[in-house]
């Protein structure tokens, strides 16, 4: 017969049944216990002062009495219920434990397949009585949180899955995310950790729940955080931009402290172990099909270990309603990028050209920018300066009014500009200017209509005016005599401050007949003849 101790209530039981008169074979046979253990008890209930018709015994005296019956068992030399029926497993549960990484619950499922029936406790003694499983830690439990208030997020690789496009196997990621109140979990399938994929993983998160939570714990994966720090995290433009469209509070996670986030830690290799392995998928859409619907019809309808409820019941009835609403417009990721302003004032964004205007920014300026489906806008130290549409890749989007104004005609081969320039210095430049860009190629003269304006911001409108009359008087269009006319005329030549005469102005190039050059006439006063050419 073993042995087995008393607690602290049969104990007072056997000495308040005393005090009230009845025997120690009374005693015995109303509570079940041996007449030797009753003896034993009431004897030393004696010695500590206690009387029959006495008080009944003070907390000091109790405690002595337990005391009394607290033996050391010696070490359990026979084996435990159950533990002959693993013993023939030994290397299976080893394989499953150490090779596999499976948790207990998946190999007790897998020992019932194969007609083993043990409980949880059992197999977890024979597991660390082997040496086989991680030896229990000390750990506290965080306080539990509101409902809709908070939730925990994390990635997880699941294994490989072929891809039947390419044929080629791809790592499969799982963003996993957890309402710690409820325990209810969503499952998305990536391959990828971008920041698109997390922006459309939580999407599908919160259109599966009904709602966004008001803060969201998170690891530091490169897409949300850009700098991990204990103290400081810094998020990513983009995430945080997401974050405050969305209406939730951003609150990343230490480095290497999976307890800051215990429960989707958790959850994260729940998933790996009850839904992905021993799974079939024919692809990622499939995949994601199955696990939206695992969420719910196995995850979400489980009696969880830890709170005893069913988490889609608690959720249903406690938490949703106190989560933020969603709204129905599609969210649009944003891109965030830091540009600088290339000497022909554009930026270099996604592969497309925009332009900055170059009174604000000129080359060599710092930007941000911003784009999205639609629009790409550039910041300048937080203010928006310009917007453009999209362009696609190797597209370019040109603002005129962004070039400097003494290159926007030529940047955009707009004579006509350039002339009405002109007009405003006076008639003579107006037509000196259209004479330049006489011909089939008007844009390869704008060099030389920029140069005439340019000599009226140096020597004067007026001074200019009158060296193009001088110049279309001889039928002389070039831009670099026309400047040495200007240049004379300021030095003093009398020859270029002399007016014109009705006979210097003439209508043709030449002064001359052709027949003057023509060697077989001879000049006789002021008649030609021709000379007689001797052979």
């Known amino acids: 017969m073993g042995y087995r101790e008393l607690s602290r209530m049969e104990i007072v039981e056997v000495v308040r049944r005393w005090q009230a008169g009845e025997s120690q074979r009374g005693i015995a046979r109303l509570t079940g216990l041996a007449r030797e253990t009753v003896s034993k008890y009431l004897a030393a209930a004696g010695t500590l002062g206690l009387l029959p018709n006495g008080p009944p015994p003070n907390e000091e005296q109790v405690v002595v009495l337990v005391r009394l019956g607290s033996v050391v068992g010696a070490p359990r030399t026979w084996a435990a219920p159950g533990r002959d029926a693993l013993e023939p497993h030994a290397e299976h549960i080893r394989n499953w434990v150490q090779h596999d990484g499976l948790q207990l619950t998946r190999v007790q499922e897998l020992l019932a397949q194969d007609g083993v029936r043990c409980s949880y406790m059992t197999l977890l003694r024979f597991v660390r009585r082997s040496g086989w499983g991680s030896k229990p830690r000390s750990t506290v439990r965080v306080a539990e949180s509101q409902p809709g208030d908070v939730a925990e997020i994390d990635y997880g690789r699941m294994g490989m899955l072929l891809n039947p496009l390419t044929g080629k196997r791809q790592a499969i990621w799982a963003l996993v995310v957890v309402l710690p109140f409820s325990r209810h979990c969503f499952v998305w399938l990536t391959t990828r950790q971008t920041l698109e994929a997390t922006i459309e993983g939580l999407e599908a998160a919160w259109r599966f729940f009904g709602g966004v939570p008001h803060r969201v714990v998170l690891d530091n994966f490169p897409a949300a955080i850009a700098g991990p720090d204990a103290l400081e995290p810094r998020p990513t433009r983009g995430f945080l931009e997401y974050g405050q469209t969305r209406g939730f509070l951003l609150d990343p996670a230490r ?177 000196y200017a259209v004479r330049l860009l006489e011909g089939p190629l008007p844009w390869a ?91």
Do not use: N
């Open 255 to 431: 480095v290497r402290h999976p307890k800051d986030k215990p429960h989707v830690e958790r959850t994260v290799r729940y998933v790996r172990e009850r839904f992905w392995k021993g799974g079939h998928f024919a692809d990622l859409i499939d995949a994601r099909r199955q696990a939206q619907a695992w969420c719910t019809e196995v995850a979400g309808r489980r009696i969880h270990g830890s709170t005893g409820h069913v988490p889609l019941i608690v959720f249903t009835e406690h938490e949703r309603a106190h989560l933020l609403p969603i709204g129905d417009e599609p969210y649009d990721v944003p891109v965030w990028r830091t540009v600088t302003v290339h000497p022909d004032h554009h930026v270099s964004f996604q592969q497309a050209l925009y332009s900055a205007p170059s009174s604000t920014c000129p080359p060599g300026t710092t930007l941000e920018v911003r784009g999205d489906r639609a629009l790409v806008k550039l910041y300048r130290r937080g203010e928006l300066i310009k917007s453009h549409f999209r362009q696609p890749r190797g597209g370019r989007a040109t603002d005129p009014s962004h070039y400097p104004p003494h290159l926007t005609a030529y940047a955009l081969r707009a004579p006509d500009r350039l002339v009405r320039q002109a007009a405003t210095l006076g008639p003579s430049v107006h037509t």
């Open 445 to 535: 003269k704008l060099r030389q209509v920029q140069k005439l304006l340019r000599l009226g911001e140096r020597y004067t409108a007026e001074r200019l005016e009158a060296a193009c009359a001088r110049s279309l008087a001889y039928e002389l269009v070039d831009v670099r005599r026309l400047e040495r006319i200007i240049v004379l005329a300021i030095d003093g030549d009398p020859a270029v401050d002399e007016p014109l005469s009705a006979a210097q102005v003439l209508p043709s190039r030449f002064a001359r007949p052709g027949s003057a050059f023509d060697h077989r006439y001879a000049l006789h006063g002021t008649s030609m003849a021709p000379v007689e050419v001797l052979v």
